[in-house]
């Protein structure tokens, strides 16, 4: 089975920072997603970005940005200008086929 | 905008019991996942189905079958609720063409004593 690893289970950011969560993943597939999930408290899990891994350029949707680096299989998120809003799980899923694969989580907290 | 509901968010059962969780989509997705989640171990796929009474199992099927009779409606059943099976559960959707974007629900907490 593929593994995702997320590292760190905790982070923490002031507002209006910068920081970037890890995720590297295992996969010998070539054609394959990769993702970031945002689950807020009590709350619906719902997708912050997607690369796909045949592109080389990396994904960005306004504050959030990813750092692919497919040789290494490493996928991290960084938020940008961190809002209150930001605080969450967030989990890396790789998806190969029709099957994802989800890392541990990553919980956020933004410190006013 | 895509719903994907839950038709509870909080459930308690005792050990034996059978318990239906179910899960409701409005976009007509042929895909519909089941997922447990739990502290430490992420999201792990139960089953899933990527047309009406068609199912596949995912990682850890063991003590939990499911229903698709309608394209909106995928249903877990645990046929014996045990207490190792207490988790957050969540259902998600996709479409065929765009497996890659999943919609989930709002997640059911069991708790089975």
């Known amino acids: 089975a593929q593994t995702v690893t997320q590292s760190q289970p905790e982070m923490s950011v002031q507002e209006a920072e910068t920081v970037t969560l890890s995720c590297t993943y295992d996969t010998s597939e070539s054609d394959y997603y990769l993702f970031w999930y945002k689950q807020p408290p009590s709350r619906q899990m719902i997708l912050v970005i997607r690369?796909?891994?045949?592109?080389?350029q990396n994904a960005t949707e306004n504050r959030f940005s990813v750092n692919f680096q497919k040789a290494a299989k490493s996928f991290s998120l960084k938020i940008s200008d961190s809002q209150l809003g930001d605080a969450a799980m967030y989990f890396c899923a790789s998806l190969t086929g029709n099957q994802f694969y989800f890392g541990t989580g990553t919980s956020l907290t933004v410190i006013p | 905008d895509v719903k994907v509901t839950q038709s509870s968010r909080y459930l308690v059962k005792r050990t034996g019991e059978k318990v239906f969780l179910e899960c409701v989509q409005d976009?007509?997705?042929?895909?519909m996942f089941w997922y447990r989640q739990d502290p430490g171990l992420g999201l792990r796929l139960i089953y899933f189905s990527y047309d009406v009474k068609m199912k596949e199992k995912g990682d850890i099927p063991e003590g939990y079958s499911v229903s698709r009779e309608k394209k909106e409606r995928f249903s877990l059943i645990l046929e014996s609720a045990s207490t190792n099976q207490t988790s957050m559960y969540l259902c998600a959707s996709s479409l065929w063409t765009s497996v890659e974007t999943q919609y989930f629900g709002p997640g059911t907490r069991l708790l089975v004593l």
């Open positions: 976009m007509d997705h042929e895909n």
């Open positions: 690369q796909e891994a045949y592109k080389q």
